[in-house]
């Protein structure tokens, strides 16, 4: 099983994640070319690919690749179904399920050591101020992902009784489990339902994998087919509002957001369509 970092160094310079010169811009297009050359080279070449979009070592998927602020759920969900569509076996991190962001961390809470090292040398070595240091080192330290789960709006995030070895989230009371478990509209309960088609449609997990609507800046459309059946992700993978038109014979079967309008998707709407064949 291969697991590959192309994702991870979206708007990366050649030298790392550290590595600031490009900003850290990237746009839909760039993320959906990744997505595409790995998907269309394990088909070609019969290797099996971890699907990820966040681990350990790298940023909160949702501050990394979504947006946190306006379109925390409905992003995260998008990533979610990107994740599960793609070509291999999709990987769940501990607290994407529930949408965890990014912590804003000060300096003598940082654990990370490449973190920390680094940060010395933007200083000395490239002449980096301070401030912007601290800020470039903010944006892609592992401690955001080693932060503990948060279960529920208790002392710790209900992770332990006494202080945990690492700071707990101060976002830890709004975005929790238990906060999320009875919320039919929730990021976990979205990804149950996701869950639930993956294991329930054959075509999600056997069918022929393609993709279509390549060359659109913002739509993301991935297939599985399996001849009786094909499960499609349609999704607006940006802020702004998308044309769009479904087809008559595509039944929704999951939305992550709760009015559809026949004729557009909203921003990060995600689609998870069924057509059955005759």
């Not at 769940?92 to 962001?101: F, N, P, T």
């Not at 592992?142 to 279960?151: E, K």
């Amino acid at each position: 099983m291969i697991i590959h970092f192309d994702l991870h160094m979206l708007g990366c310079g050649p030298l790392g994640k550290f590595d600031f010169r490009k900003g850290y811009w990237y746009s839909t297009k760039d993320f959906k070319n990744v997505l595409h050359s790995w998907n269309k080279a394990a088909i070609k070449h019969e290797f099996h690919v971890a699907s990820t979009m966040s681990n350990h070592d790298q940023p909160r998927a949702v501050s990394r690749f979504g947006d946190d602020h306006t379109y925390r759920f409905e992003s995260a969900k998008a990533l979610f179904a990107i994740n599960f569509f793609n070509v291999g076996s999709p990987f769940i991190y501990q607290g994407e399920e529930i949408a965890m962001k990014n912590m804003k961390l000060p300096i003598e809470d940082w654990k990370d050591f490449e973190a920390k090292n680094t940060y010395k040398a933007l200083q000395s070595m490239m002449k980096v101020p301070a401030f912007l240091a601290k800020k470039i080192i903010q944006k892609m330290s592992r401690d955001h992902a080693r932060g503990v789960m948060q279960w529920n709006h208790s002392a710790n995030g209900g992770f332990s009784e006494v202080q945990p070895w690492f700071k707990v989230n101060d976002d830890y009371e709004s975005i929790n489990v238990e906060k999320q478990n009875d919320d039919s509209d929730s990021v976990l309960n979205y990804v149950r339902q996701l869950t639930h088609l993956y294991h329930s449609i054959s075509a999600f997990t056997l069918g022929k994998h393609t993709e279509s609507m390549i060359d659109h800046p913002y739509l993301i459309m991935m297939h599985k087919d399996d001849g009786k059946q094909r499960i499609s992700c349609i999704c607006n993978f940006s802020k702004k509002s998308v044309k769009f038109t479904l087809m008559d014979d595509e039944v929704i079967l999951l939305s992550n957001v709760n009015h559809h309008s026949n004729n557009q998707l909203q921003p990060y709407e995600t689609l998870i369509t069924l057509k059955t064949h005759f």
